[in-house]
């Protein structure tokens, strides 16, 4: 079964300061994705950044970027400039590569505060 | 384009009782999902639809919940009858077929005392 872990329960950062959010996962596949979703007291989940397991290339969004090292199956996100309104639990989260689609299976979350 | 939609926003009921929640996604989003997230944990899938028919239902409690997706658009969850445990928010999501992308809507917070 798919694993995904979480090791930082929470994290601060300066406004306009970076921060990197680390994941970690355990699969047999080789096709899958990995993606961070932001989820702010709202409880809307949204996605902030996705990446394909076949692509070498660092996904990047803006102020978001990830590191993907799969060999040692390593997804960190990096928020750059950070605002106010990056506070929130981040979550990462795995699915298989089905063209049918497949469920997402989250970490515990990292609760982000922003310091002004 | 509209997102997500579930309602109620909130649910306070008692032991033994019965809830529902209802779901209404994007539209022409052929696959639903239904997660349940407890305080302080990621979401953990309960059961995926992929038009009317159920695709995923292994970690549903089947006991106690049902599900349905009628006409392959809307869907309810339903608990009956309701533990303390289950005490959590109900997240609905939905996505392209074939497509990797999961949206998500508001959630329902049910609380059962």
């Known amino acids: 079964a798919q694993t995904v872990t979480q090791s930082q329960p929470e994290m601060s950062v300066q406004e306009a300061e970076t921060v990197t959010l680390s994941c970690t996962y355990d699969?047999?596949?080789?096709?899958?994705?990995l993606f961070w979703y932001k989820q702010p007291p709202s409880r809307q989940m949204i996605l902030v950044i996705r990446?394909?397991?076949?692509?070498?290339q660092n996904a990047t969004e803006n102020r978001f970027s990830v590191n993907f090292q799969k060999a040692a199956k390593s997804f960190s996100l990096k928020i750059s400039d950070s605002q106010l309104g990056d506070a929130a639990m981040y979550f990462c989260a795995y699915r298989k590569g089905e063209t049918s689609g497949s469920r997402l299976t989250f970490g515990e979350g990292t609760q982000l505060t922003v310091n002004p | 384009e509209a997102g997500v939609a579930q309602s109620p926003r909130y649910k306070i009921i008692e032991k033994r009782q019965s809830v529902a929640f209802w779901c209404n996604p994007i539209?022409?989003?052929?696959?639903l999902y239904w997660y349940q997230q407890i305080l302080g944990q990621g979401p953990k899938l309960l059961i995926q639809?992929?038009?009317?028919?159920?695709?995923?239902d292994s970690q549903l409690p089947k006991d106690r919940f049902s599900a349905e997706r009628l006409k392959g658009v809307d869907s309810t969850l339903k608990i009956q009858p309701a533990k303390l445990e289950d005490s959590a928010v109900y997240l609905c999501a939905s996505s392209l077929w074939g497509t990797d992308t999961q949206y998500f809507g508001p959630g329902t917070r049910l609380t059962v005392l």
């Open positions: 539209s022409g989003h052929a696959t």
């Open positions: 699969t047999s596949e080789s096709d899958y994705y």
């Open positions: 639809f992929q038009n009317n028919g159920v695709v995923d």
């Open positions: 990446q394909e397991a076949y692509k070498q």
